[in-house]
């Protein structure tokens, strides 16, 4: 815990990231769409009318930055709080603090960065002051608050989203590190525009990543007699040379990109299918986990429309678990083209659904006499198994025992689709209950 400063003289020793962080409106690239003339949120701070709320985006796209702003605009009390270092008795103390200065009449805004790392104790501990207004809490988070930030304390505050900054938005910065004072004073660059687009693109919507690529790139730059720097196409692709892409395998960015996969793969999208798997891949996705993911699908999405997919989806789990990274990517590679080029069948999952909907809210029935098995002298004096008609003695292999309680008689759960191999399925099914009708006395 510490009262921010954001006017302290900067030095040269201090990441190019942090010296050339706006402090102004004008000066911020990137989030229009909350900061673009008459938006809700740039009327906000222009006009210091700050109420609690929420920074929510991917990291580097300025939410720290707008904190800076609001810092040194208003004219509250503005403190940084870090979640990461501070716990329930740091709290009590800012929240102390902002009281004593509430009953003076002076507003306190707390900046807390990554606040979805509280526990719901610490949020707890917000609460009565955000209510009664003793603090204006203002939190960043890169997780999505609706699952991070406890419900109550998520009422109070306005979330403002924050976006991947655009490939334009990056460039226009990497330029104005150039020839902004603050980026390399004294020093002349060369860089050509398709560098700084290279940059853009390998940032991947992350200022930070830019700016920090940005200055590795001049400090490997060669030196020219005249002492300038010039970065070569060598060099530079020395710093960029693997992406790192956005993926948290705990996050929310994780059931984002499975969800993709899903549906790219039920959308029979095999190209979209694989590029999605690929980013959970080169994003450190565990292969089991994609492996156990395509398992399911091939029932759930697939099921009787082509019965071959889940032995498929099986046989790739089996692949992963021999051969692992990174020679088990074209294994699921061949198993998500198969899953997403097969003909599409929910029945077994809606079959599924809606058997379970109805145990959970229908009486328990018993088992039918005629199904029950009687190995004992007493079983058979109390009816178990009469009626039982064996379907290997009948001619057509069909019987017209019922095989439900009787309170479900009639009910039907499966029913096939015109799909794949699932067409062949429905006629077989429908001749089965056609003959169950014929002979139903």
């Known amino acids: 815990m510490e009262q921010i400063s954001f006017f302290d003289k900067r030095e040269e020793s201090v990441p190019l990231a942090s010296r050339l962080r706006p402090q102004r409106l004008e000066d911020f690239v990137g989030q229009k769409h909350l900061l673009g003339p008459g938006k809700m949120l740039r009327q906000i701070i222009e006009k210091d009318q700050i109420s609690s709320m929420i920074f929510w985006g991917p990291p580097g796209v300025g939410k720290t930055t707008l904190a800076s702003i ?25 929240m102390g603090q902002a009281e004593v200065s509430r009953q003076m009449g002076v507003r306190t805004v707390l900046f807390v960065d990554e606040i979805h790392r509280f526990n719901k104790a610490q949020q707890d501990a917000f609460l009565p002051f955000v209510e009664k207004g003793s603090i204006i809490l203002i939190g960043a988070t890169t997780e999505n608050p609706s699952f991070e930030v406890n419900a109550a304390l998520l009422s109070r505050c306005r979330v403002f989203v924050l976006k991947a900054l655009e490939e334009a938005d990056i460039v226009q910065l990497l330029s104005n590190a150039l020839h902004s004072p603050d980026g390399f004073p004294g020093q002349k660059i060369e860089m050509s525009d398709s560098q700084l687009q290279a940059i853009a693109v390998f940032a991947n919507g992350d200022a930070r990543t830019a700016l920090n690529t940005l200055e590795m790139a001049v400090l490997n730059g060669e030196i020219t007699p005249q002492g300038g720097i010039v970065v070569t196409d060598e060099g530079l692709s020395q710093c960029i040379n693997r992406k790192s892409l956005l993926y948290d395998k705990g996050g929310e960015e994780h059931y984002n990109m499975i969800s993709a996969l899903h549906k790219s793969m039920r959308n029979s999208d095999p190209d979209a299918a694989v590029y999605w798997m690929l980013r959970m891949l080169e994003g450190g996705e565990e292969p089991l986990y994609i492996a156990r993911r395509l398992i399911r699908f091939a029932s759930e999405d697939i099921g009787m429309a082509d019965s071959h997919a889940l032995p498929l989806a099986v046989a790739a789990y089996q692949a992963c678990h021999f051969l ?43 088992v039918p006499l005629q199904l029950r098995n009687a190995p004992t002298k007493l079983m058979k004096e109390l009816d178990y198994g009469i009626g039982y008609q064996y379907a290997h003695n009948a001619e057509e292999k069909l019987t017209n025992m019922e095989c439900m309680p009787e309170s479900k008689k009639g009910c039907r759960y499966y029913e096939p689709t015109g799909q794949g191999e699932e067409a062949g399925v429905r006629a077989r099914l429908e001749e089965i209950r056609e003959w169950k009708r014929k002979h139903a006395d």
């Open 324 to 366: 692992g990274m990174p020679e088990c990517d074209v294994h699921l590679t061949h198993a998500v083209t198969y899953l997403a080029m097969a003909p599409k069948s929910n029945a077994l999952y809606t079959a599924c659904e809606k058997c379970k909907a109805d145990l959970r809210t229908e009486n328990a029935e018993p």
């Open 70 to 94: 609001i810092a040194g605009r208003t004219k509250a009390d503005f403190i940084n709080f870090s979640a990461v270092t501070s716990g329930i008795k740091e709290i009590k103390e800012v």
